[in-house]
């Protein structure tokens, strides 16, 4: 199906990365925002109640984040498509109501422009802190999609991705985004709406009296519906079996929820979305997301030009974790390098698919700021120097760690 | 709890609007066979939540009727309650009171403890009728488990409201109690006995005070723009022909 | 590639000053720009920044690594910047706002009265544009002809003559500047 004209601001702008997740979320058709504004979430908020009128989409500044995401996931029931944006602390309020929507099969959008924490932490500053937050925030088990875009260019066409695998997939996406490419200006091309594909919702059109809201299709994805066409709903975040009622023993439980996993592991292929490079005949693979992969390239470059056999592997989907990709890779190459802004979140998912086979380098960093490139070619260069197997992941000092410890700041021995 | 939906469903026979339009998020577990008898959609959302989703529900799809069902509502809920009246969001919200708080004489309910105040309760209580009134409700009753009737005439008449409508039903919640089943007919006695009708009374002087007859009835019924109302007239007049009004006239 | 810091307090159009020359670099030069600004209270009255890279590739590091150009409209921008400028780097300023030290390295200094300038306009409000014209002329960081498409973007429609004869005023004086500057002393 092809994007509405309507919904589509076509043309050429110098906009930041917020402004363009928000009219991606128009041209992909969402149809109610409901956000309570926070750093650095709130341009793509603020462009979308600009916007939103004027294209038939509504706004609402809801009492507070539990309202933001209610809100969404009452109006995805009610048949149209619905984001909601926020950060932060907004993020850490939202995971009741996450858990909530993947029970409830709800495709819905959740834009996160990730800032420095914990808590408060540096709210206009950038960070990549959220990502474990994302795949593991609300209680039980459950599946979901997280993208990691890295301009604003990739804002708009990714925000249009993340609601076609909401769709798609019937479960909540996350757009792990961060303050530095939200904050980020640059040119963005909006295509004519009919460049623009957009996945259309999975409704059941059979007769009403044999509709089953959660009887899966092959593809373990089940038909969904919308309040108000006399199905007579029951919805419920209980475990429940395929008419919706709530169910208790163990054999359910483990079907349900069994398929709710499933269906994001087992369509694991269509979903992942990885840019790769040079990783053939590489010795060292640096494994990144978001802006630290955007960083990384220019480490590459610096490594490349002293002579290193370096490849780049990109994570555009984050979640699910492409184990496969890393299992194969770690038995052919020396190590991998992963710079991200926090101490440590996405390696130790690298470090569990290598299997020792290959050493895990982790360049950290604190947040409120990018990856200096030479921190990057650095560890890629002592990477490929290492020929010892070392257990774990080994933390490389960047220049940054160097100042802040040689200012005396180190733990007692 | 049975007696209230009966209620419920009879207040819905009488308003005359199909059921079909009518969701129910709540946060209430309600039975699937007593959702089938009601005829409408059920969503049993997190606790607290339920005006939230059914503001996203009326926003998504305006020409629903949607009731919020909200057990925690004074609680988890609680902000939303208020900024839901303040928007005057078009919800009927049906708050169902366990008497969780300090009610009559320290007591919980006659001849039964509250599994969570074995030593009975000494917090005061929210006065919901005044509450949504003062927060911009446009329609205001209370009614217990006893009071089917008038209870069944009041969802008929908030069903056909234009904006935020709140009916307090006083009912015990079958979490809260250790002994449920020997509360049901003393429950009904009581209210019978402590209770006393006062229509249009000022929602101020409503507060359930221990010692002192329930006062239920219908409060308040006024008019006022809905979110909706607002959200098409101030966009029309700003962006003129460029603002297609959301959701016709029934916003 | 041009790594640009555009420094002054909040209102003076700091953060404009940054989208305009990126938009006329990226859109209309058909090069890559990328424009990242201070936010936080410091962009809401106090100092204020906003930070551009020009390239002809695509940016891959958003944020400056060595200044070779700062633009100083105010004192405090001057002095929390002017630290970071590059030895070989270019100082363009508002001469009437801010007293620039003794030069170091190979620093070369330009300034510009951009405020008087926009006040004999009939707007100070327009001093930014003014400093983008001298900046165009002198940088050539991005070409005349895109600067005069991207101001007309960038500010509303009734100001668009007013701002572009600032950035006329701007450019023409920073054509007499380097005139000067070849002609032997």
Redesign the interface.
């Known amino acids: 199906m092809k994007a509405s004209p309507t919904d589509v601001l076509t043309g050429i702008y110098y906009i930041d990365g917020d402004v363009a997740a928000g009219y991606g979320a128009l041209a992909a058709g969402c149809k109610l925002v409901a956000g309570y504004p926070i750093t650095p979430s709130t341009e793509a908020f603020e462009a979308m109640c600009r916007m939103g009128p004027q294209v038939g989409t509504v706004f609402i500044q809801m009492e507070d984040e539990f309202g933001s995401i209610s809100a969404v996931l009452g109006a995805v029931w009610s048949g149209v498509k619905s984001m909601t944006i926020t950060s932060g602390p907004g993020y850490s309020l939202m995971m009741e109501s996450i858990g909530f929507g993947a029970m409830l099969e709800t495709p819905f959008v959740l834009l996160n422009i990730q800032r420095g924490g914990p808590s408060t932490g540096v709210p206009t500053k950038t960070g990549q802190a959220d990502m474990m937050q994302s795949r593991w925030g609300s209680h039980g088990d459950y599946e979901l999609i997280a993208i990691s875009p890295d301009s604003p260019q990739e804002m708009f066409d990714y925000t249009i991705k993340a609601f076609n695998l909401a769709e798609k997939y019937r479960c909540p996406v996350m757009i792990m985004s961060d303050e530095c490419v939200g904050h980020m200006t640059e040119k963005v091309v909006i295509p004519e709406a009919d460049k623009i594909e957009i996945e259309p919702r999975r409704f059941y059109k059979g007769p009403p009296e044999k509709y089953l809201p959660f009887s899966p299709d092959p593809d373990l994805v089940p038909k969904i519906a919308k309040a108000g066409d006399g199905l007579g709903l029951y919805i419920t975040g209980r475990v429940h079996d395929e008419r919706g009622y709530p169910v208790k023993n163990e054999e359910f439980k483990a079907k349900y929820v069994r398929r709710l996993v499933d269906k994001i592991r087992l369509n694991k292929d269509k979903i992942i979305e990885l840019k790769e490079e040079s990783t053939d005949d590489a010795d060292v693979v640096v494994v990144s997301y978001g802006i630290s992969s955007r960083v990384a390239v220019k480490g590459v470059e610096i490594a490349r030009q002293k002579g290193i056999k370096v490849g780049a592997l990109r994570l555009v989907t984050v979640w699910p974790f492409p184990d496969e990709k890393i299992i194969d890779l770690a038995k052919k190459v020396k190590a991998f390098v992963v710079p991200e802004i926090n101490y440590g979140q996405i390696v130790f998912d690298v470090a569990r698919c290598c299997h020792g086979q290959a050493n895990v380098v982790l360049i950290p960093h604190g947040g409120a700021g990018v990856h200096n490139p030479l921190d990057i070619s650095d560890a890629i260069e002592s990477a490929a120097k290492e020929d010892k197997k070392i257990e774990g992941v080994v933390e490389f000092k960047t220049r940054l760690e160097k100042i802040v410890f040689e200012r005396g700041l180190k733990f007692k021995e | 709890m049975n007696s209230i939906i009966s209620a419920f469903s009879k207040g819905i026979e009488k308003s005359g609007i199909d059921r079909?339009?009518i969701?129910m998020?709540s946060d209430v577990?309600f039975n699937?066979d007593v959702?089938?008898a009601l005829?409408?959609?059920?969503?049993?959302?997190?606790r607290?939540?339920a005006i939230?989703?059914?503001?996203?529900?009326?926003?998504?799809?305006p020409?629903?009727k949607v009731v919020p069902v909200a057990g925690d509502l004074m609680t988890l809920g609680g902000?939303?309650f208020?900024?839901g009246a303040r928007r005057n969001m078009e919800l009927l919200i049906i708050c169902v009171n366990s008497f969780v708080y300090k009610k009559i004489a320290g007591k919980p309910i006659p001849s039964t403890q509250s599994a969570f105040s074995p030593y009975s309760t000494f917090e005061e209580p929210f006065n919901f009728p005044h509450l949504g009134n003062s927060c911009g409700a446009i329609y205001t009753a209370r009614w217990t488990a006893l009071h089917t009737e008038e209870l069944a005439d009041s969802v008929a008449e908030a069903l056909h409201k234009h904006g935020l409508s709140v009916i307090e039903v006083l009912a015990p919640g079958p979490n809260y109690y250790t002994d449920i089943d020997s509360i049901e007919l003393e429950l009904l006695k009581f209210y019978h006995e402590n209770s006393t009708i006062k229509n249009n009374e000022d929602p101020k002087n409503v507060a359930i005070v221990p010692d002192e007859k329930i006062i239920v009835g219908k409060f308040t019924d006024k008019e006022r723009p809905t979110?909706i109302d607002s959200?098409n007239v101030q966009?029309s007049k700003i962006?003129g022909d460029?603002?297609?009004p959301?959701g016709g006239k029934n916003g | 590639m041009a790594e640009i810091r555009f420094a002054g307090y909040g209102g003076q159009g700091i953060i404009r000053s940054g989208i305009i020359v990126g938009r006329a670099a990226s859109i209309y030069d058909d090069k890559f720009s990328t424009m990242s600004q201070s936010f936080g209270p410091e962009a809401r009255g106090g100092a204020c920044s906003s930070q551009l890279v020009v390239s002809e590739s695509k940016v891959l590091y958003p944020y400056l690594t060595a200044a070779g150009i700062l633009v100083a409209m105010s004192q405090a921008g001057y002095d929390k910047f002017e630290p970071e400028l590059s030895e070989k780097g270019l100082l363009l300023y508002d001469e009437d706002l801010v007293k620039p030290k003794a030069s170091r390295g190979n620093i070369t200094p330009f300034a510009i009265p951009a405020t008087r300038f926009a006040e004999q306009l009939g707007k100070k409000i327009v001093a930014n544009v003014v400093i983008l014209g001298f900046f165009t002329a002198i940088t050539k960081v991005v070409t005349y002809e895109s600067m005069k498409k991207a101001i007309p973007d960038s500010v509303p429609e009734k100001a668009i003559d007013l701002n572009l004869k600032a950035f006329e005023r701007g450019y023409n004086f920073g054509l007499e500047v380097l005139k000067k500057q070849k002609e032997p002393q």
């Open positions: 079909k339009k969701s998020p577990p699937p959702v089938k005829g409408v959609d059920y969503f049993q959302i997190p607290g939540r939230a989703f059914g503001t996203g529900l009326k926003l998504g799809n020409s629903l902000n939303h208020v900024h979110f959200y966009h962006l460029k603002f297609t959301h």
